[in-house]
């Protein structure tokens, strides 16, 4: 299978109207109380509520209203940018298996569009679900934290230039090691939590924080060697902290370490100006599995991308980035994570094994919401051991694509929002032998025949070595 090509959505909204299952309802009225507020308590009241992140609330009948034509606009779109809610996974090719999707379905953008063609009627109040509470927003999602770190206060003026720097090291305070199941980082300011902001970003001044955690005076290789088996006394990566994203749950089998005597190392932080002098911090919650866990799956060394010699030419549409890595173990996808810059309008992964090519998933990218998407366990691309992995970028700096400061200029690599990144920032795990085996075994029994295909597993329908073999590949990679 080959990528599809990148192809303007036109008259998404019109098709989906004109489907069966909206001619079939066309004879029932769509009103607010009864359709629409439960498709919008579902994917977008979260950021669209009175204390959120989103430029205006969509809680009320009265709030939404003005904004119903905008509403089919936005939902209509596609998997590209300018899309809500901001998922831009493409639904005609590759893994469709995800946790937390607040996407709609073709249904629900029919609904929408067909509400709002009608005059956007309120119906009948008393067919309002229960409004959320919004009460407890800044309660941590992962739960209380067995343990809560704080950056050092930052101040940023009302305007200025963007900055990017270090905030140093933030001991821990561990005396023993521990693996963490989740780790959720919030930023903690002085801006109101109601009433306008003046941009989208406007109650934050984190645009991102890029952290690690080590043992201080531990050598290189040490860290290095840590990081990658879980072994105590080293160093361990984190998953960067951007604006509007969701808390990191780790896979049962794959927890990761946070070392004793080791201190948070906040290396990499970028801020913004958002109008208003912001006093601010970030605290970093962390879930714990219970003492003496120990990780059954390994951290995979496998990287995807391209940070070095891009060339991104001005004024040019259908720009690609490729980079390549041959999987040197059995590896499971947890998280794809695409990050572009600007420029960046999708991109693709594929998993090439023998003669053929799987795409796992085509995504849009949109610099304003970076996405990280978090597959299901049961779909969870499950690679053998010698395939070859292919990232591709999508890039468009023509007048298009609104993102671009300014599409004439030509630009590099580099950290800054107006340089560029091509880079896959989600994680994976590597399996021996045997655990490779026991996974696919999963696969199967819950595929129903040998006529359907796990687009994720190559291998789930080769016949299964011999428990003697399983074992002797076990050892053999010990």
């Known amino acids: ?6 192809v303007p959505i036109v008259g998404f909204a019109l098709a989906m109207s004109a489907s069966p299952d909206a001619q079939n309802g066309a004879s029932a009225e769509v009103t607010f109380a009864k359709d629409i507020a439960p498709i919008l308590q579902r994917s ?9 992140v989103a430029p205006m609330p969509l ?59 009608n005059g956007a009627p309120r119906g009948n109040p008393a067919d309002m679900p229960p409004p959320r509470d919004f009460a407890n927003r800044d309660k941590w999602t992962i739960g209380e934290p067995d343990l809560v770190l704080r950056s050092p206060d930052i101040v940023v003026p009302a305007t200025g230039p963007d900055k990017w720097g270090s905030l140093g090291m933030v001991p821990t305070g561990l005396t023993e090691d521990r693996y963490v ?75 990761r370490l946070l070392a004793a005597n080791s201190s948070l190392n906040l290396s990499a932080y970028h801020l913004h100006s958002n109008g208003r002098e912001t006093k601010a911090q970030l605290e970093f919650g962390f879930k714990f ?3 003496g866990y120990q990780p059954k799956y390994r951290r995979s060394t496998l990287r995807l991308g391209n940070g070095v010699d891009m060339d991104v030419k001005p004024n040019t549409a259908n720009q690609e980035l490729h980079s390549y890595a041959v999987l040197q173990e059995h590896t499971k996808i947890i998280a794809f994570e695409p990050h572009l810059h600007a420029p960046g309008v999708r991109m693709c992964l594929e998993a ?42 999508f890039l468009d700096t023509t007048p298009a694509n609104k993102n671009p400061a300014d599409p004439r200029n030509w630009a590099g690599g580099g950290r800054r929002s107006i340089a ?6 989600g994680y994976s795990v590597s399996l021996t032998e045997e655990q490779f085996q026991e996974e696919m075994e999963k696969r199967r029994q819950n595929m129903k025949s040998r006529n359907e295909f796990d687009i994720g597993c190559p291998l789930c329908w080769a016949p299964a070595l011999p428990k003697t073999q399983t074992t002797a590949g076990a050892q053999n990679q010990q």
């Open 420 to 425: 560029n990144m091509f880079i896959d920032l």
């Open 44 to 52: 977008c009241q979260h950021c669209h509520n009175a204390s959120g």
């Open 289 to 291: 599995f219970p003492q």
């Open 59 to 117: 809680t009320t009948y009265e709030e939404v209203r003005p904004w119903s034509r905008a509403i089919k606009t936005r939902t209509g779109l596609g998997a590209r940018a300018g899309v809500m809610p901001p998922w831009f996974v493409e639904k005609n090719i590759g893994i469709q298996k995800f946790k937390e999707d607040p996407s709609l379905s073709d249904e629900e953008i029919a609904t929408i569009a067909k509400w709002v063609d």
């Open 181 to 255: 199941s989740a780790v959720e980082v919030r930023e903690i300011n002085d801006i109101p939590k109601s009433g306008p902001t003046n941009t989208v970003g406007g109650r934050y001044v984190w645009h991102h924080m890029t952290y690690s955690s080590e043992v201080p005076g531990a050598s290189a290789d040490a860290v290095r060697g840590t990081a990658e088996a879980g072994n105590a006394g080293g160093g361990t990566s984190w998953p960067i902290h951007e604006v509007g994203r969701n808390a990191d749950v780790f896979p049962p089998e794959a927890g």
């Open 352 to 393: 090439i094994w023998g003669q053929n090519i799987i795409t796992l998933n085509c995504v849009g990218y949109d610099h304003n919401w970076v996405k990280q998407y978090v597959y299901d366990d049961a779909a969870a691309p499950l690679l053998p051991k010698g395939t070859i992995v292919h990232l591709i970028g």
């Open 1 to 6: 299978m080959r990528i599809a090509p990148l």
